[in-house]
């Protein structure tokens, strides 16, 4: 199991690569998306030594802690405008109504102020599970962002606070 991850993280990393060269800027974030969830997965298998990573209570661990991650770092940063996940987020809670619909990721990355290659790094870090990632805010289908909805109704709750102590 360990030398499939590893070919797989392999593999994904040049292919990072070369969609760089070639400007697939779609291809850029799943790519950077497997590289992260293959490192994770890694990790697990390092830490725990076990040879079976897909059994469900590992992926409840996983997705309670991604859910702390999140109550831990979102409330401070909505405290720190000049972060580059204060501007992803709040131009996403912005255009999406407070997660009222979800928003195409291109409209997300033109509106955010950060030049592209600034806003793919970070906003990949805000849709993995991986464990240096920066907290599993997002999740996207067919190039349509939402909160990821573990998080979602804290996100909103702590987007609100921040607006109504603004005011």
């Not at 969609?19 to 994770?40: D, F, P, Q, T, W």
């Not at 999140?70 to 940063?77: A, E, G």
Request: proline residues 2%; positive net charge.
């Amino acid at each position: 199991m360990k030398n499939v991850l590893n070919d797989i993280l392999e593999d994904a990393k040049v292919s990072y690569k070369e969609s760089i060269v070639i400007g697939n800027k779609v291809l850029e974030e799943r790519l950077l998306s497997i590289i992260g969830n293959a490192k994770s997965l890694l990790n697990q298998f390092q830490e725990n030594g076990k040879s079976n990573l897909l059994v469900k209570e590992d992926d409840k661990s996983i997705e309670s802690s991604a859910i702390k991650k999140v109550q831990r770092r979102v409330p401070l940063w909505l405290m720190r405008p000049h972060q580059k996940n204060y501007k992803i987020l709040t131009t996403y809670m912005d255009l999406s109504e407070n997660d009222t619909y979800p928003i195409f990721l291109s409209l997300l990355e033109k509106n955010s102020g950060l030049d592209s290659k600034e806003f793919i790094s970070h906003y990949n870090q805000m849709k993995s599970f991986a464990e240096k990632a920066h907290g599993r805010i997002f999740e996207e289908e067919a190039g349509k962002v939402k909160l990821w909805e573990p998080v979602a109704d804290f996100i909103i709750n702590e987007f609100k606070k921040r607006r109504n102590s603004e005011i």
